[in-house]
């Protein structure tokens, strides 16, 4: 079955640290892989795609597919940084109707 | 800019009563989604529609129904709320049909059932 497991609800940092969001998915094809992020009072967007590898307001993720993961990286946290983010799966049995699955969602509170 | 759109930000309905969840999109995409979002459950799916009549259950569908009449609108129906129905709705489109087309989020509608 497909899965999408974010371990953390909470992860605080300082100003400046580094972050590190977690992400584990179970899927047995090629995943397409994403995060979205939900800044407060805002609607929830796309932040980045791991088809795209790109960096996006600093964060970066990417696929290993031996451990099943697509962490998501900032070197240095920024206040406005602060916000809930989930990670989503979407693969081939999704049947190209570009459905997803999302993880439970780790909020990201970062300090000054 | 794609925008989505949901009739109310905030409701509040009564255990039993038949409740209308409206989202509309203006950008003539395909695929349209309803999501609720728990805390600690993230966002789980209900239904989805990729054509104008077609409707797919999601991961949830129990308790609900959907509605496409019209490409840009997507209906979410309570028959008969319940409190465990408590939660943020959000309404999703996207362009394609592939995997890897990003999705775009309304704003939600926060339904409490009393």
């Known amino acids: 079955a497909q899965r999408v497991t974010q371990p953390e609800k909470l992860l605080s940092v300082f100003k400046g640290a580094p972050v590190e969001l977690k992400c584990n998915y179970s899927?047995?094809?090629?995943?397409?892989l994403f995060w979205y992020v939900q800044y407060s009072r805002q609607r929830l967007q796309l932040l980045l795609r791991?088809?795209s590898r790109e960096s996006i307001k600093g964060f970066t993720a990417d696929l290993n597919k031996g451990e099943t993961s697509f962490h998501l990286k900032k070197p240095f946290a920024q206040e406005e940084d602060s916000a809930m983010y989930y990670c989503?799966?979407?693969?081939?049995?999704?049947?190209?109707?570009?459905?997803?699955?999302f993880g439970q969602g780790t909020t990201l509170q970062v300090k000054p | 800019d794609v925008k989505v759109t949901q009739s109310s930000r905030y409701l509040v309905k009564r255990t039993g009563e038949k409740v209308f969840l409206e989202c509309v999109q203006d950008?003539?995409?395909?695929?349209m989604f309803w999501y609720r979002q728990d805390p600690g459950l993230g966002l789980r799916l209900i239904y989805f529609?990729?054509?104008?009549?077609?409707?797919e259950k999601g991961d949830i569908p129990e308790g609900y129904s959907v509605s496409r009449e019209k490409k840009e609108r997507f209906s979410l129906i309570l028959e008969s709320a319940s409190t465990n129905q408590t939660s943020m709705y959000l309404c999703?489109?996207?362009?394609?049909?592939?995997?890897?087309?990003?999705?775009?989020f309304g704003p939600g509608t926060r339904l409490t059932v009393l």
């Open positions: 999703a489109s996207s362009a394609g049909l592939a995997g890897w087309y990003e999705q775009f």
């Open positions: 899927y047995s094809g090629s995943p397409e």
């Open positions: 791991h088809i």
């Open positions: 989503a799966l979407s693969g081939e049995g999704s049947g190209n109707t570009g459905k997803l699955i």
């Open positions: 950008m003539d995409h395909e695929n």
């Open positions: 529609s990729y054509d104008v009549k077609m409707k």
